[in-house]
């Protein structure tokens, strides 16, 4: 009886100190983080009710991009405080910041100024990068050698927590539209309270055991099935009216399939033999060879720096036992020779590429400021498109916009999923650089605004897929491919300081070029609807409402000058492949093209 309790003691201390445990509960975390996605659900709610014009809802998307992008705090502060109190952090921000938003717009306090609004969303937002920066450093700690897959898969469920969100929304059926913003403010903070304890590094995480193929397998084939299910019920939705128990029947499933991760921890603890603590405490025969190749690295890295310049193309083509062949000869003949005095070895300055850096480190290397501005240019105009769907649909007569801010809500989800596992494929199948991804992403959103520029059929449809897909895709490709290039030591801050890049962009195609666009087309259509009417009274209506501007030229200036942007972007990621194929030769062992 003793021996049956103490081995279920042991069993549940497995689960509870699984990997895949944290892995999970970062989903759930991550499905419920991406909460800056669904602004264009709330935002016709803040301008109707505030009475606000567009380039206002504009500036209050930048705060949103702002908040939702800022993550230097808790990148820092994962360096220093347990992963729990990052976590609790974020959700007073959540709570706090969205809880402003709702007693304003629910009309619970007297109005505000702008700049009140423009905090607390700032404020509400940046508690996700508290999230993120908690799943994401603890996952990829705890899978250093699927570091695609871990990040694509995160990241996925973020995006795809808008289009959740709005479901279980739909499933409350409340009459009053601002108790979307109540839900934002208090729905994620629950979640995290209640797993914040689980979500952090483990023991033994570095253990590659055969069973994790088959788990991200299974994991794949949820994110997909969900993806589908969401996708079907959205389409279901906008053909039939559907009743309130059919639609809190269909949000019962959908959180059903959010839980069903949690079978592979409880196999894995339960319904599978434990390890041996000596075997547990083992690395697998790649860790090894990888471990001391690393340690050979580093341990001589002052050498290496004078016999294999990074730039060298000639080191770069070898073979990977060849190019180590010949490092292992010219360090014992240097060795010797500095022995004897014959010659004097200089230390390099700062670590190598692939090797550990600090954030300022990385801040005056070529390869870390072109994946930076790449993504300004390519994901800021992703960002763009999903601040201002809600306009775009209006504008194309679309009165349920919920329905395409769901629909790019799930294709990011697919994109950032599909962005890892085909990053993660290209080089261990394909041997081409990470980066390359990145390029390939890149081209789709700029043929998809291109698309949508010309007012080609179907456009509001192609425009949301390709920009879910590639703005998502970023997502799961940039976290992976800085983590490889420079080190996991600081991680949170590195990746934290690449999301600057959104908002960066987003500040200008946004809050400057597409509401300067939008707002210039709008009067001008009200200018010749006054002039049709010939009334006063209408004139003086016009003024007092905010303007609406109706028509693909609202936004199709805006969708081609930004399809440029996607091209210059495309041309700074084909920079940093050519610079890194030596360095991923190096990780993977392949000779990369």
């Known amino acids: 009886m003793w021996m049956t309790k103490q081995r279920l003691h042991d069993r549940f201390n497995a689960f509870f100190n699984d990997r895949w445990l944290v892995f999970v509960c970062a989903m759930w975390i991550q499905s419920c983080a991406g909460i800056g996605y669904l602004f264009g659900s709330i935002s016709p709610v803040i301008k109707s009710t505030m009475g606000y014009n567009q380039r206002q809802v504009a500036i209050l998307g930048v705060a949103k991009d702002l908040g939702d992008s800022i993550g230097i705090v808790p990148g820092s502060l994962c360096e220093v405080?347990?992963?729990?109190?990052?976590?609790?952090?974020?959700?007073?921000?959540?709570?706090?910041?969205?809880?402003?938003?709702?007693?304003?717009?629910?009309?619970?306090?007297?109005a505000l100024p702008l700049w009140v609004l423009c905090v607390a969303i700032f404020v509400g937002t940046n508690g996700e990068t508290y999230f993120n920066t908690v799943a994401l450093v603890s996952c990829v700690q705890n899978f250093p050698k699927n570091r695609g897959p871990v990040v694509g898969i995160l990241k996925g469920f973020a995006g795809l927590s808008g289009a959740i969100l709005t479901q279980i929304y739909a499933m409350i059926n409340s009459p009053n539209?601002?108790?979307?913003?109540?839900?934002?403010?208090?729905?994620?903070?629950?979640?995290?309270?209640?797993?914040?304890?689980?979500?952090?590094?483990?023991?033994?995480?570095?253990?590659?055991?055969?069973?994790?193929?088959?788990?991200?397998?299974?994991?794949?084939?949820?994110?997909?099935?969900?993806?589908?299910?969401?996708?079907?019920?959205?389409?279901?939705e906008d053909l039939v009216n559907l009743d309130q128990t059919l639609l809190t029947l269909l949000a019962a499933v959908l959180i059903i399939l959010v839980l069903l991760p949690i079978t592979i921890p409880v196999r894995l603890a339960f319904y599978s033999e434990p390890r041996h603590p000596v075997e547990e405490n083992l690395l697998p025969e790649t860790d090894k060879q990888e471990s001391s190749k690393s340690q050979l690295q580093i341990g001589g890295s002052f050498i290496l720096s004078e016999i294999e310049d990074e730039k060298s193309s000639e080191m770069d083509l070898l073979q990977p036992t060849e190019r180590h062949r010949r490092i292992a000869h010219l360090q014992a003949k240097l060795f010797q020779a500095a022995a004897e005095g014959a010659v004097r070895v200089k230390r390099r300055k700062g670590p190598r590429r692939g090797e550990d850096f600090t954030l300022m480190q990385a801040l005056i290397k070529a390869d870390f400021l072109l994946m930076f501005f790449s993504l300004v240019l390519a994901s800021g105009s992703g960002l763009t498109v999903i601040d201002n769907l809600g306009q775009i649909c209006q504008s194309l007569g679309y009165n349920d916009t919920s329905i395409f801010v769901s629909m790019i809500s799930i294709w990011n989800f697919l994109g950032r999923v599909g962005g890892g596992y085909f990053s993660e494929a290209i080089i261990r199948k394909y041997a081409y650089p990470r980066p390359v991804a990145m390029a390939v992403v890149q081209v789709v959103m700029a043929f998809a605004l291109f698309y949508y520029a010309m007012g080609w059929p179907g456009e509001i449809y192609v425009l949301s897929i390709l920009i879910g897909l590639g703005y998502g895709a970023h997502w799961?490709?940039?976290?992976?491919?800085?983590?490889?290039?420079?080190?996991?030591?600081?991680?949170?801050?590195?990746?934290?300081?690449?999301?600057?890049?959104?908002?960066?962009?987003?500040?200008?195609?946004?809050?400057?070029?597409?509401?300067?666009?939008?707002?210039?087309?709008?009067?001008?259509?009200?200018?010749?609807?006054?002039?049709?009417?010939?009334?006063?009274?209408?004139?003086?209506?016009?003024?007092?409402?905010?303007?609406?501007?109706?028509?693909?030229?609202?936004?199709?200036?805006?969708?081609?000058?930004?399809?440029?942007?996607?091209?210059?972007?495309?041309?700074?990621?084909?920079?940093?492949?050519?610079?890194?194929?030596?360095?991923?030769?190096?990780?993977?062992g392949n000779t990369l093209v």
């Open 81 to 110: 405080l347990p992963i729990w109190a990052i976590s609790l952090i974020g959700v007073v921000q959540n709570f706090v910041g969205y809880g402003l938003v709702w007693l304003i717009v629910a009309q619970k306090v007297p």
């Open 476 to 588: 799961a490709i940039v976290p992976a491919s800085a983590s490889e290039l420079f080190g996991l030591k600081s991680f949170g801050a590195l990746y934290n300081f690449l999301t600057l890049s959104s908002p960066a962009g987003s500040l200008i195609f946004s809050g400057v070029i597409a509401s300067g666009i939008y707002d210039h087309y709008a009067k001008k259509q009200a200018g010749l609807q006054q002039i049709n009417s010939g009334s006063l009274l209408a004139t003086h209506l016009e003024e007092e409402r905010s303007l609406t501007c109706v028509g693909t030229e609202c936004y199709s200036l805006t969708c081609g000058i930004m399809s440029g942007l996607c091209i210059i972007a495309v041309i700074l990621s084909l920079i940093v492949v050519r610079r890194t194929k030596g360095v991923y030769a190096q990780l993977y």
């Open 177 to 236: 539209e601002a108790s979307l913003i109540f839900m934002i403010a208090v729905g994620p903070s629950m979640v995290v309270i209640a797993i914040m304890f689980i979500v952090r590094p483990v023991r033994g995480h570095r253990q590659a055991r055969s069973s994790d193929n088959s788990s991200f397998l299974f994991t794949y084939s949820v994110c997909l099935v969900l993806a589908a299910y969401l996708l079907g019920v959205l389409i279901v």
